[in-house]
């Protein structure tokens, strides 16, 4: 019985780490991300370099601008006109998170320092 609480508290304490970094996304914090500029028609589908031209019309046709990262979509805060030349690079964002939301702060290519 001994051995089983200990294994449970050992397991509660090694998941703490993934859920404060949950826990911080959704409070507001600034986090950086890894992801790709896409519009709310098309999602995850145009996140690449090959539907960067498709993110632009959507966008310029009044598609919300959205950030893919991972299996992740965030709605871009904003005017997401003015990252419309950002489509089809991947890139670093680092902004603050407020539930399916993203207020971008500072985005560059991904693996360049800045």
Do not use: F, H
Request: charged share 25%.
């Amino acid at each position: 019985m001994k051995r089983i609480a200990i294994a449970l508290a050992l397991a509660a304490v090694l998941a703490l780490p993934a859920v404060a970094g949950d826990a911080a996304k959704a409070s507001g914090a600034e986090v950086t991300l890894k992801g790709w500029i896409s519009d709310s028609d098309c999602g995850a589908k145009n996140a690449n370099a090959k539907g960067a031209d498709c993110v632009k019309t959507c966008i310029k046709n009044g598609a919300k601008a959205v950030l893919v990262a991972g299996e992740k979509i965030y709605t871009i805060k904003g005017d997401g006109k003015a990252y419309m030349e950002q489509a089809g690079k991947e890139l670093e964002v680092t902004g603050i998170v407020t539930g399916d939301t993203i207020e971008i702060k500072k985005i560059v290519p991904a693996g360049t320092k800045a």
